[in-house]
């Protein structure tokens, strides 16, 4: 299955979407004074450990710090993956 993250700013998420266009997950953010604030993450129950979580975080990482923002990460789930993933380290804020 491929999936691929597009930002949805009009629902303030960044979204994963399959191939035939199911959206599998999504990271909800809020911007405030120039801070990208990702605060949430979901995977769809039949999409779990099928790496869409993954994918999820690493894609709406990488957008969401080449927004030009500075990003803080307060969801438990990016934090989590953060830590498993240490080269995002210095480019986000957690907590």
């Known amino acids: 299955m491929n999936v691929t993250v597009r930002e949805n700013p009009g629902a303030h998420h960044y979204d994963a979407v399959t191939d035939t266009g199911t959206v599998a997950g999504f990271v909800e953010y809020v911007d405030h004074r120039g801070t990208r604030v990702l605060f949430h993450t979901e995977v769809d129950d ?40 240490p080269e995002y380290a210095d480019k986000v804020t957690l907590g």
């Open 46 to 85: 039949q999409f779990e450990g099928q790496g869409v979580g993954s994918t999820l975080a690493r894609e709406a990482l990488d957008k969401a710090i080449g927004s030009g923002l500075t990003v803080r990460v307060t969801c438990p789930f990016l934090t989590s993956w953060i830590e498993r993933h």
